[in-house]
């Protein structure tokens, strides 16, 4: 069991030497990048201008609006003042990599999405998925920036540069990636021991009560989509399909 205080104080990781295995092709994807229609504008846009400004957005939350990918002699690569360690997991859209931030001194994780395009043009389905992208990726990353809690991956940087045909989510680096690996043949998992889910399950009730509490419903609760760091503490991760309410008094912080 992980005491209150314990979990409070989790730190990420430092390293770089961690395996891909960690992660497996699907950590912090599966959902994230479903749905989302082929580039068909040549023409780009800032997600974020779509967002209107939010008195409760937490104040570690940073916007940038400039790009810049680079490489150095040896060939390690930067995105911005990020160092490219290795690649975490790979969806249809998109990839994850981890990087190293060396103002903070930390690992974190870097979700690159395929910018959906502004325009569609084409079929009238090709429309409505590019709709559906875009509404899906600006409502992730509006929960994303509202909470704030111990047990819920957060997002600290929205790299947007309207010239770039891809966006730049850095969130937590979450150690050990999902709770448990799903086979894809058999749609089934490894069976957890009651006792060791126990203080799990305490952990993501916790992450649930503050959503719920600030008006935010996760809708994708699967085993994808909880994350396992340090010490056996949890975190809840895509907020791709979740929903929000407009409550008065959902405006508290954990």
Do not use: W
Request: with cysteine; proline share 4%.
């Amino acid at each position: 069991q992980v005491s209150p205080d314990r979990a409070a104080s989790v730190g990420l990781g430092e390293t770089a030497a961690l395996s891909n295995s960690d992660y497996g092709s699907g950590a912090m994807m599966s959902g994230s990048f479903a749905g989302m229609g082929r580039q068909a504008s040549t023409g780009n846009f800032s997600i974020m201008s779509m967002q209107r400004p939010n008195g409760n957005d937490s104040s570690h939350f940073v916007e940038t609006q400039q790009l810049k990918k680079t490489k150095d002699e040896v060939g390690t690569k930067y995105v911005n003042q990020y160092i490219v360690l290795d690649e975490l997991g790979r969806g249809c859209q998109g990839k994850v990599k981890m990087v190293y931030d060396p103002e903070q001194r930390e690992n974190r994780a870097i979700k690159i999405i395929r910018r959906p395009p502004q325009f569609a043009c084409g079929a009238a389905r090709n429309m409505l998925e590019a709709t559906r992208a875009r509404e899906r990726l600006c409502r992730e990353i509006a929960v994303m920036k509202k909470v704030h809690h111990k047990n819920i991956v957060r997002l600290y940087e929205v790299i947007d540069d309207p010239k770039a045909n891809k966006l730049y989510l850095v969130m937590q680096f979450v150690e050990h990636g999902p709770l448990v690996r799903m086979n894809d043949v058999m749609l089934s998992c490894t069976r957890m021991d009651q006792r060791k889910f126990a203080p799990i399950a305490r952990q993501l009730c916790a992450g649930l009560a503050y959503l719920h509490f600030r008006g935010i419903v996760h809708r994708d609760i699967k085993p994808d989509n909880i994350l396992r760091g340090k010490d056996e503490q949890v975190y809840l991760a895509d907020f791709g399909v979740s929903e929000v309410f407009d409550f008065d008094d959902a405006d508290g912080d954990s």
